[in-house]
């Protein structure tokens, strides 16, 4: 139970920081992508018997860099190339899953989440994950943000946009991952995009922007774990409605001041 | 070391040639005009100088450096691009867009000192911007975020300033002051400027020298130079009609008889 909302508070804090970029950069279509071929990775993990979390973080790296290079080459335009990629990552995941013979109860938590059965191992590596992707966007953020306002402005500031785009959809990529257990593959692009689309609503600027981002996901993830034990519900789901639900009562909140 | 050294460039984008047999040669301090009919080719060449684009064939030399190894660095230009595509609801104050034009001098891994925000707030107040600091970007009239993002492209401070139809939305007050400002600058800090425009007229008085543009040089030299019917015909293309509103008009009234 404790793990549980440790974790959560560490992967919404994670989520409300990338989530204001994902939305700034318009990427919600790549999140949602990503999230999708992360089932491959872990599939391939399944397979091979290595941790699953670490195949699905190389994996969902390696579709990321692949949907950025076959847009940049400019044949296909880049909703298409994620709509191929996700879709047959999740395919190859399905095939490996229906070879390795094993439909356990697993592959039913990486889908949905399962925060019961985190272990203290899995909240360190979701620590060391965390401070990874903090550190990167630290680091980095004014020239994220840069890039994020406008590529050619970056560039003439002696920024170059390809690594930051390459950096960035590493930091997105190890964000997907970590978020697996509390909200499950099916629901984690909600979490990159609904605390930065209310965020968004308010703020004036970007420090406002990640602060209420933050807020948001955290609030989300913790109301939304209290009520799942409370109503005996699904906690990825019920997240993610909380979420919603903040969303849409700020959108109230805005249209009437 | 001159600023800028250009040699035969041409540039082939999708196929079609843009540029061709371009020559240039700018003195570091100069102010040059390059003026000509929208389609001529005028952003293009600015973008090849600013490394943004690749030469087909031909030389280009900034400081005596290929373009692209200068604009890694970043903090040797200050662009101010024709069409600033901004995303509305972007959350940033005018204050922060001036403040981005200070990330070259900056560099990586550093954050904004003091310093940066006094030179950001120098530059804001002299575009006449400053009351206006804490306003979110996407609130501005169009003029406002040129100002603003003309604040920005000096706030660096860079050695060369390059600026495609800055005078988009600023009315004919705002560009004598501009041009004023840009020759004070100029005293102050000994920036070399590229300026492009289609509004021939106003360009002639401030700048040292002008280049007419149309997929081509059809001219460079001297301001007057260009106010020459055989010229402009060229360049436009035919019935040119030059309305002027300085106090070269009576010359202007001379050549067209003339």
Known sequence: MQKAFLVGIIVSLISGIISVFVVLRRMSFIGAGISHAAFGGVAIGFFTGINPTITAIFFSIAIALGIEFVSRKGKVSEDASIGI??????????????????????????????????????????FILAVFVIGGIVLFLKEIFITAYNEEIAQVSGISVRAIN??????????????????????????????????????????????????????????????SYELDIAPGGSIVLTATAVFLVSLLFKKRG | MKAIEISNLTVNLNSLEVLKNINLSLDEGKFIGIVGPNGGGKTTLLRVILGLIKPSSGNVLVFGSHPEVVLRKGNTFGYLPQILKIKPNFPIRVVDVVMMGRYGKIGMLRWPKER????????????????????????????????????????????????????????????????????????????????????????????????????TFHYHGNPLGALNETILTELYGKNVDVLMHTDICDKCERLRRG
């Open chain 2, 116 to 215: 940066d925000m006094e030179k950001a707030l120098e530059y804001l107040s002299i575009m006449g911007m400053e009351e206006l600091k804490n306003k979110p970007f996407g609130q501005l009239s169009g003029g406002q975020q040129q100002r603003a993002s003309i604040a920005r492209a000096l706030a660096g401070e860079p050695r060369i300033l390059i600026l495609d139809e800055p005078n988009t939305g600023i009315d004919v007050i705002g560009q004598e002051d501009f041009y004023h400002l840009l020759n004070g600058l100029r005293k102050k800090i000994n920036i070399t400027i590229v300026m492009a425009s289609h509004d021939i007229g106003a360009i002639t008085s401030y700048v040292d020298e002008i280049a007419c543009l149309n997929y």
């Open chain 1, 166 to 227: 390459i950096l960035f959809l590493i930091l997105l990529s190890v964000s997907i991952v970590i978020s697996i257990k509390i909200v499950g593959i099916i629901l984690i692009s909600a979490l990159l995009v609904i605390p930065g689309a209310t965020a968004q609503l308010f703020a004036k600027n970007l420090h406002i922007m990640i602060a209420t981002s933050c807020v948001v996901a955290v609030l989300s993830t913790v109301l939304g774990l209290l009520i």
């Open chain 1, 85 to 126: 990629f996700f879709a047959s990552s999740m395919a190859l995941g399905i095939v490996l899953i229906s070879l390795s013979r094993n439909y356990n109860i697993d592959l039913f938590g990486y889908l949905f989440g399962n925060i019961l059965a985190i272990s203290d191992r899995e909240v360190f590596l979701s």
